[in-house]
């Protein structure tokens, strides 16, 4: 069985830029989660999907934003960045709501 | 204070040895307990769930202890492959959010 997948797996952008970031889940989850963990620091909990909805946001600022597509896909996209905003972004994937949570590879996002 | 507090380590062990990972959590409201690894810039891997009732998987053993908000790990045997740093892992309430401990790095060394 697939695992979740994350692309692209290296992104550079510049400050000012956006970038979007994509996951899809194991196949038959239906909940996403998106973190952010920062060089040297622990993971941040960013934002969580369900069913196509987001459920909770972590404290991060309104230009991290995403959704969820009907395929339980999801996108998070970056506005404005920062050079602060470089980090690997990691999505999760579970099969029920705050289930046991399933890592992809992540996306190393470098802002120059 | 910090909602999940491990001792960072490193713990450097010779292959064969017992470790033990401890681990703090603040809020009462806790609900749920994870054990993760992550091997160095990958992403965290589930290793186990910890249940009040404690749970075994092979080498690992995890306890729950809810009255003293604290969580162990235990591995027998450790093997070369065992080497990561291991994060305690809590869900509050409800929300979905993994909070993470900083993590604990095992060496394990031949």
């Known amino acids: 069985e697939a695992g979740v997948t994350q692309s692209p797996t290296h992104l550079i952008k510049t400050r000012g830029q956006q970038a979007t970031l994509r996951c899809s889940p194991i196949?038959?989850?239906?909940?996403v989660y998106w973190y952010q963990q920062a060089l040297g620091l622990g993971l941040q909990f960013l934002l969580w999907?369900?069913?196509?909805?987001?459920?909770n946001r972590g404290n991060f600022p309104p230009r991290f934003s995403g959704r969820q597509f009907p395929n339980y896909s999801s996108e998070l996209n970056v506005n404005a960045l920062e050079l602060e905003d470089s980090a690997l972004y990691l999505c999760?994937?579970?099969?029920?709501?705050?289930?046991?949570?399933?890592f992809g590879p992540g996306t190393r996002l470098t802002v120059t | 204070r910090k909602e999940v507090e491990q001792d960072p380590g490193p713990f450097n062990v010779p292959e064969g040895a017992t470790v033990a990972f401890n681990c703090t959590y603040s809020?009462?409201?806790?609900?749920?307990f994870f054990w993760y690894r992550q091997d160095c810039r990958k992403e965290p891997k589930l290793l186990m769930s910890?249940?009040?009732s404690g749970n075994e998987d092979g080498r690992f053993t995890a306890q729950l202890n809810r009255a003293s908000q604290y969580i162990s790990l235990l591995i027998r045997d450790s093997k070369l492959s065992d080497s990561a740093t291991y994060l305690c892992?809590?869900?509050?309430?409800?929300?979905?959010?993994?909070?993470f401990g900083q993590g604990t790095e095992l060496s394990v060394k031949p």
């Open positions: 999760a994937s579970s099969l029920v709501r705050e289930g046991e949570q399933y």
């Open positions: 196949s038959g989850h239906t909940s």
């Open positions: 999907y369900d069913e196509g909805e987001e459920r």
């Open positions: 809020n009462s409201a806790s609900q749920s």
């Open positions: 910890v249940y009040s």
């Open positions: 892992v809590v869900i509050v309430n409800q929300g979905g959010k993994l909070i």
